[in-house]
């Protein structure tokens, strides 16, 4: 059932409460998620994205019950990604001539999807598709986060279709950003920048600086997944200029697998080194083989510090952390420090290739690390909270330093 978000708007998407995984089994969504669609009628109807292929039969049968589909004159794909197009094959069925306007590299990937050779209309930044009294302007948006990507402004209603970009997975029934639990859906803009938006930050910055030239009025954005801003639509786009601004909190995460617990009671006494040293700083303890590792990644972008903790095992480092490792390759994070440290009976290579791979991820190298030979005892333990205590003088001397550099 649609539901009415102005006078020319209609969302006409699908509420998905039990997705649990997405992008295969790359993105947790504790939350669920939504696939936004939108109906703009005026003189001229148009339809701005369409739904993940599941629901693509739905979607089209509940489309139906909104407009004679024969009245749509325009489709607009802003993001080519099957979430957002799936259903295309399932309504260009019934009307097989509507017009899809995308960017040429969104054409070129919808053909690639699909292999069929519909009735494509490519569109640039600047380019507009008059509606009657409103007007569609497109702003080609590229890595945000695929390089088909655009935004989509509709004049009058003065409302930004931003696809990927403001959005979350997160389900819910009433829509709009005001009428939800704040704490959970800003932790859950905050994992989707940090997990998805993230190596793509100085697009965002600049794409987001290029919009704000233009001078649109925005009452409203209306991304793709998860709520609609309309109380203050603004404070999303504010929060990813600070996001993608080399983000970082007053908080160390520590990040470690264990075999027989020797590593973590590393990491615990490395935890409690730090807090003896700063107060101020928040710290957290993750085990990567039990905790999600989208929840992982969420604390390392928080994060001014990463302590990476592995024992060593067939001369290497565990396997949840060298999944964790190639996430934060590809995510290419700024601006924060770290350092490695593990147990081991035999060889114990696992912190120097640790510290190896944090340097390789862009990671400013703080120590060579610290080892423990097998179970730590009482004056290992201690001498890890002294590493800890350490560690956490360092980042205030680099911080103090920063201050007092010239800029």
Known sequence: MGKQLSEKITWVGKIDWELTKFHGNEYSTHRGSSYNSYLIRDQKTALIDTVWQPFGREFVAELKKETDLNRIDYIIANHSEIDHSGALPELMREIPETPIYCTANGAKILKAHYHRDWNFKVVKTGDKLELGESTLLFVEAPMLHWPDSMFTYLTGENALFSNDAFGEHFATESLYNDTVDQAELWAEALKYYANILTPFSR??????????????????????????????????????????????????????????????????????????????????????????????????????????????????????????????????????????FGSYGWSGEAVKQMTGELAACGFQILNDGRRSLWVPDRAERSACEEYGRQFAALLKKQAQDSEDRPQ
């Open 203 to 340: 697009f965002v910055t600049r794409k987001i600086n290029e919009v704000l030239t233009l001078k649109l009025p925005v009452s409203m954005i209306c991304p793709s997944h998860g709520v609609i801003w309309k109380d203050n639509p603004v404070q999303i786009v504010g929060k990813y200029l600070e996001w993608a601004g080399r983000y970082r909190e007053n908080q160390i995460t520590l990040v470690y697998d264990t075999m027989w617990n020797s590593t973590r009671r590393m990491a615990e006494a490395i935890a409690q080194g730090i807090r003896k040293e700063d107060p101020t700083v928040t710290v957290k303890l993750m085990n990567s083989s039990k905790k999600d590792k989208n929840d992982v990644i969420t604390e390392v972008f928080r994060s001014k510090a990463v302590l990476l903790g592995s024992p060593t095992i067939n001369n290497g480092y565990l396997y949840s952390i060298g999944g964790i490792l190639e996430m934060m390759k590809g995510l290419k994070f700024q601006a924060k420090s770290a350092a490695a």
